[in-house]
Nanobody, 127 residues
Framework: QAQLVESGGGSVQTGGSLRLSCEGS????????MGWFRQAAGKEREGVAT???????MYAVSVQGRFTISKDNVKNTLYLQMNSLKPEDTAMYYC?????????????????????WGQGTQVTVSS
């Protein structure tokens, strides 16, 4: 059974940066679709960024140019570098991974049933 554990969340001021990490166990990152989601209080979960096995990345419009998703297949760790943070980025951030190897990747795929999720890490951005 795969397990994903996020870390790196915290509180920062507007314009600050954070780097989230998602470490996997019982799971090999290299062949799977992976990504980050977030859910703010009272709002629906939304996809933030995804990375395909071949390294192709996709981002939500709201974070393009500010966030960067990456992964280290040797360390089995997924990252989300977040720069120029805004108060509207405040949310619980979750990493997700496809249950099966994928050549195609995206938030819609990861949001489907049966995939793996971490427990979340809180990001709070104050103005």
């Amino acid at each position: 059974q795969a397990q994903l554990v996020e870390s790196g969340g915290g509180s920062v001021q507007t314009g600050g940066s954070l780097r989230l990490s998602c470490e996997g166990s019982g799971y090999t990152f290299s062949s799977y679709c992976m990504g980050w989601f977030r859910q703010a209080a009272g709002k629906e979960r939304e996809g933030v960024a995804t990375i395909a096995p071949d390294g192709r990345t996709m981002y939500a419009v709201s974070v393009q140019g500010r966030f960067t998703i990456s992964k280290d297949n040797v360390k089995n760790t997924l990252y989300l570098q977040m720069n120029s943070l805004k108060p509207e980025d405040t949310a619980m951030y979750y990493c997700a991974a496809s249950r099966y190897p994928r050549t195609v990747c995206g938030s819609a795929i990861l949001a489907g049933p049966g995939n793996y999720w971490g427990q979340g890490t809180q990001v709070t951005v104050s103005s």
